[in-house]
């Protein structure tokens, strides 16, 4: 790891710790030349992933945009960065589960709203909404009612 400060490329780790859910290790270095101390964050890349869209397009997986789509549903939502990135982590732990080497986008986003369900109640039905092509206000409905756990009963009419 190179020096910040004098771009010496020999550093010495002082102390590792790893986060609450175990995905990243923050590691505290020294330099070796000039002594400054920074920290450093490890964190696990997924690699070699292809993402197939519903038209059959293959691209490879892009952690920052999903990282750009979980952010535009959470907008003016209360969150912590910490929060967020273990967010981001057990979605890629989930998607490392179901893989081998190609997710469809339908498993992509069912991963990533069954985690925003926990998550947050409004960015859940925000991503729902984009993600499901929610066609009318009736589908919208339906999506919060599961969402809160209520059936709609039909209404009686006044005679």
Same mark, same amino acid.
Not at 35 to 52: A, H, I, N, P, W
Not at 104 to 119: P, R, W, Y
């Given at each position: ?59 490879? *997986? ?8 979980? !952010? &535009?549903? @959470?907008? %003016?939502?209360?969150? +912590? ?49 984009? *993600? ?8 919208? !409905? &339906?999506? @919060?009612? %599961?969402?809160?756990? +209520? ?9």
């Amino acid at each position: 790891m190179y020096c910040p400060v004098c771009n010496h490329k020999d550093s010495k780790v002082i102390d590792s710790r790893m986060s609450t859910d175990g995905a990243s290790v923050r590691r505290r270095r020294e330099c070796e030349k000039c002594g400054f101390r920074f920290s450093t964050l490890e964190e696990l890349e997924l690699l070699d992933l292809t993402v197939v869209k519903r038209d059959g397009r293959r691209e490879t *997986y892009s952690r920052e945009k999903m990282i750009r789509g979980l !952010e &535009r549903a @959470l907008q %003016k939502r209360p969150y +912590t960065d910490q929060a967020f990135q273990s967010l981001v982590h057990r979605i890629e732990r989930n998607i490392q589960k179901k893989t081998h080497g190609q997710i469809t986008t339908a498993e992509l986003g069912d991963i990533v709203m069954n985690q925003l369900k926990s998550f947050d109640k409004v960015a859940y039905i925000r991503f729902a909404s984009v *993600y499901r092509s929610f066609e009318d206000v009736k589908t919208f !409905e &339906r999506e @919060l009612n %599961k969402l809160i756990g +209520t059936k709609k009963t039909p209404s009686k009419k006044k005679r």
